[in-house]
């Protein structure tokens, strides 16, 4: 998922990897690469947005007003955005042609950790499947994976807010749109 190829001499810049999915509308996972010194920061900042008595950052749950300082904050960060749009198979092999390519571009692009929203239902299909795929690409030693819930890892909410903003469509398309580096239709 980098945006640009390494030479022999250089290696990808090391990244993390927060994906959420969105079933509104066709079948889409958004996966957001940040740069290991990023996490950090960002991970602050979203922390500083918590209002008193929220747990997370829902996107379904904010104001207009807070979804559009929330996305001008992501601008500000250097985050690879990919999309990937398995709607056009049937149901049951849809989310496994998601994280089948996005396994496989994490690790090409030097990520050393993938993070998926947890979904209790999906948990264990997931981990079946992640684990398979590792080691078919031979990353297994390079490359985790971890579902934790958004209150757990406050990255979550970049990829919530980019899928809400894709499934409603219009406005909220064209503002998170200069983000998307790739759509892969699967």
């Not at 747990?55 to 379904?60: A, D, F, G, L, N």
């Not at 198979?89 to 849809?94: D, E, G, I, S, T």
């Not at 994280?99 to 929203?117: C, F, I, N, P, T």
Request: hydrophobic content about 35%; some cysteine.
């Amino acid at each position: 998922m980098s945006r640009s190829q390494p030479t022999m001499n250089q290696r990808p810049t090391p990244t993390q990897v927060f994906a959420d999915e969105t079933k509104e509308r066709g079948y889409r996972f958004v996966a957001v690469a940040l740069p290991h010194e990023a996490v950090k920061d960002l991970r602050r900042e979203l922390r500083d947005w918590i209002k008193p008595g929220q747990t997370r950052i829902h996107c379904s749950k904010e104001s207009d007003a807070r979804r559009k300082q929330v996305i001008d904050l992501f601008a500000h960060y250097d985050c690879e955005v990919v999309v990937y749009d398995s709607s056009a198979l049937p149901k049951r092999q849809r989310r496994e042609a998601c994280l089948h390519k996005m396994v496989e571009l994490s690790a090409r692009s030097g990520a050393s950790l993938l993070v998926l929203e947890r979904d209790d239902s999906t948990v264990e299909f997931d981990k079946k499947l992640l684990y398979r795929r590792v080691r078919e690409l031979g990353c297994e030693h390079d490359l985790q994976y971890r579902h934790l819930q958004a209150r757990e890892e406050p990255s979550l909410i970049v990829p919530d807010v980019i899928a809400w903003c894709l499934q409603r469509g219009g406005e909220w398309y064209k503002r998170v749109e200069p983000l998307i580096t790739a759509v892969y239709k699967l």
